[in-house]
């Protein structure tokens, strides 16, 4: 039941940012919050907020499910490669005047003893491996493993959450389900065990997955790693969960626009 006299928060979410202020907001009568995901994985965390699941219909459904339930503010915590969702986002509120605030954790950068080769696309990523065969650890998530198969000769250690289908994987591929955070010790056990050459990942940021990047730099293995993607600006980005809570605990009475969103 909504919350009366509670501003309507609307939290794309899919990420630890989103899960981890949905932890910051449960419980906070102020704020009538809701967390959508995706689904685009099978068996997502239990979350102490209501919680719905699917696409909208692209940004014309979100603006159409924005005004019907009344959202005062969107949260897009989803992840740094998720483009689609955040034009989506940034197109609905532009066409309801409900204002944006954008989780942009931030980048990770390459420290002293990193080999990086940082390249624009997963494409390119692939054919950065060369032509001799490579044992490859290969962290993109499931949805784009197929351009593997551009590069059979390699062999490819895939991580996800979600088994990628059968019909998508190279023809040299050993599939690892598991879910982050992880741990250096056990990331560098990892590379070892399944003698990983080179580490192949997005620059996703934060902290639940970037200890392969120490485990790499420990072990003196070369990274490739995928740019980040452009994002379209919000009205107000800020860098984790606690900074969106913050900025929601002063601005949750009131006017948002008399605020200067």
């Not at 699941?53 to 992840?79: K, N, P, Q, W, Y």
């Amino acid at each position: 039941m909504e919350q009366q006299n509670a501003m309507k928060v609307l939290i794309l979410g899919g990420t630890s940012e989103a899960a981890a202020l949905a932890r910051l907001l449960a419980g906070e009568h102020r704020l009538d919050a809701l967390l959508s995901l995706a689904g685009a994985t099978k068996a997502p965390a239990a979350q102490p907020l209501p919680t719905r699941i699917g696409g909208f219909g692209g940004s014309a459904g979100l603006a159409r499910f924005l005004r019907e339930e009344r959202f005062a503010l969107v949260v897009d915590a989803t992840h740094p490669f998720a483009t689609t969702m955040s034009a989506n986002a940034r197109a609905a509120c532009n066409q309801t005047g409900v204002p944006l605030i954008a989780i942009r954790r931030l980048a990770w950068t390459p420290q002293p003893g990193d080999a990086w080769q940082q390249v624009a696309n997963l494409e390119a990523a692939i054919a950065a491996l060369g032509e001799a065969p490579r044992r490859v650890f290969l962290t993109t998530g499931r949805k784009e493993v197929a351009i593997a198969r551009h590069a059979p000769q390699h062999h490819y250690l895939i991580r996800s959450v979600d088994p990628p289908p059968p019909e998508t994987l190279p023809p040299r591929a050993t599939v690892l389900l598991s879910r982050g955070p992880f741990e250096v010790d056990a990331e560098r056990a990892l590379l070892r065990e399944h003698q990983i050459e080179v580490v192949v990942t997005k620059n996703a940021g934060g902290e639940a997955t970037r200890a392969k990047l120490d485990a790499a730099r420990a072990l003196g293995l070369p990274v490739i790693m995928v740019e980040r993607p452009p994002k379209p600006r919000a009205d107000v980005e800020v860098a984790s969960a606690a900074e969106a809570y913050a900025w929601l605990a002063a601005h949750v009475t009131g006017s948002l626009t008399e605020r200067g969103v």
